[in-house]
């Protein structure tokens, strides 16, 4: 029985990245062997195994074919008969499909190293298309490694465009799309992300509300901005990927892709205070309306939540826009310092107190946007 190294720990260390996970095939061996050198098996569907030290997982070298649609309907034949060429040809890019021996050796029957050095992400054999997930997967790489200067491979772009023809990604479970948007907003150089589904077809099919080239841009934008922060949420770089979806595509969107609420939310309020923030040249002045978008946000129990807002609000709103969110801003500013113990001691009481919260919170509001004005700055 022989042990290597694969995968995404083989590809990282000779990017000179460091390793996090370390995953190992097992070739020439059962599960009963595995069993009685103290490994744990896990996960029902294939042969794989923690190691009883490390923790680290060993899967018995398999083939993989698929059967069905989809992610399901793989049928996986795993026997110590089964070659670590065979177990490295399943996989889905040439860079993931080079294995460590033992003695350092690499393994590389496919040529990763080449394409490693090329910066190209390129599939292993036609069998890619048998996972509609690893379009996602090469888009979510090519978000990655882009600022290294790699980039989808134009045979296996024409290949993912084939496979979205054929409808397979619409076969995709939700909870598999979410988690791989997910990481995506994550890595290095998100928009790439979306940009390669674009490019492919399958933005069409996963999120269509995108598929028009100013919202896309519109997006890829704000996200480009918040992606510059690193420590913007998943919530607010998904909200600025919506900046210019109207708000119940946007919602119908989220649902549909089991994002999870806070990430929902995000993108409603995002959507809704640009719509209102765009419409407002009302005559009586802008002060009535900051103060129900205040309202709408509850910016006096969730600050945290309307800091968040506004930080998407800076990277999604167009140049001209740019001085009604500093108002909004300045209007939160003074209007959460109005103190209900004050009114209280003044005698106010019940709806009475509520109204007097919401006189002194307006008069505030208006008093700062006629300071700011005066000092020249609309
Ligand atoms: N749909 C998939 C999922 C995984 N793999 C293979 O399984 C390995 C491990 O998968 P995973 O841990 O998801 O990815 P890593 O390449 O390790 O990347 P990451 O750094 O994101 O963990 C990959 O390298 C790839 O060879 C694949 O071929 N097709």
Not at 140 to 148: I, K, T, W
Not at 153 to 166: A, K, N, Y
Not at 187 to 205: I, K, N, Q, S
């Amino acid at each position: 029985m022989q042990t290597y190294l694969v995968g995404g720990a083989v590809r990282d260390e000779l990017l000179g990245l460091d390793v996090k996970d370390r995953d190992w095939v097992v070739v020439g061996a059962t599960p009963e062997q595995m069993r009685a050198q103290g490994f744990r098996q896990v996960g029902a569907d294939f042969p794989v195994f923690l190691h009883p030290r490390t923790q680290e997982e060993y899967a018995l070298a398999r083939t993989e074919r698929k059967q069905g649609r989809g992610y399901h309907g793989f049928t996986v034949y795993s026997a110590p008969d089964v070659t670590l060429e065979q177990d490295l040809q399943r996989r889905d890019l040439t860079i993931n499909a080079m294995a460590r021996a033992e003695n350092g050796e690499l393994i590389d029957p496919f040529h990763g190293l080449d394409d490693l050095k090329a910066r190209r992400l390129r599939h292993v054999s036609p069998a890619f298309a048998e996972d509609p997930l690893r379009i996602l997967r090469t888009a979510r790489f090519a978000a990655r490694f882009q600022p290294l200067g790699f980039s989808v491979c134009e045979d296996t772009l024409t290949l993912m465009r084939r496979m979205v023809d054929d409808g397979e990604v619409a076969h995709l479970v939700p909870e598999r799309v979410w988690q791989e948007i997910q990481r995506a907003l994550h890595e290095a150089a998100p928009t790439v992300f979306f940009r390669v589904l674009a490019e492919c077809g399958a933005l069409a099919v996963l999120i269509p509300e995108l598929n028009e080239p100013d919202r896309l841009a519109t997006g890829l934008n704000a996200l480009d901005c918040l992606a510059l922060r690193p420590d913007t949420s998943t919530g607010q770089r998904f909200a600025g990927l919506f900046a210019a979806v109207p708000t119940d595509q946007a919602e119908h969107r989220a649902r549909c892709l089991k994002a999870p609420n806070d990430c929902r939310d995000m993108a409603r309020l995002t959507s809704h205070f640009l719509d209102r923030l765009t419409a407002l040249s009302l005559p009586e002045g802008p002060a009535p309306a900051l103060l129900e978008l205040l309202d709408t946000a509850d910016v006096w129990r969730r600050r945290p939540r309307f800091d968040a807002l506004l930080t998407v609000l800076h990277c999604a709103t167009p140049p001209g826009l740019a001085g009604r969110v500093r108002q909004l801003e300045l209007a939160a500013q003074v209007a959460t310092g109005v103190e209900p113990a004050a009114l209280l001691a003044q005698g106010y009481r019940g709806s009475a107190l509520g109204q007097a919260i919401h006189q002194e919170r307006l008069k505030r509001i208006e008093g700062a946007l006629s300071a700011h004005n005066h000092r020249g700055s609309p």
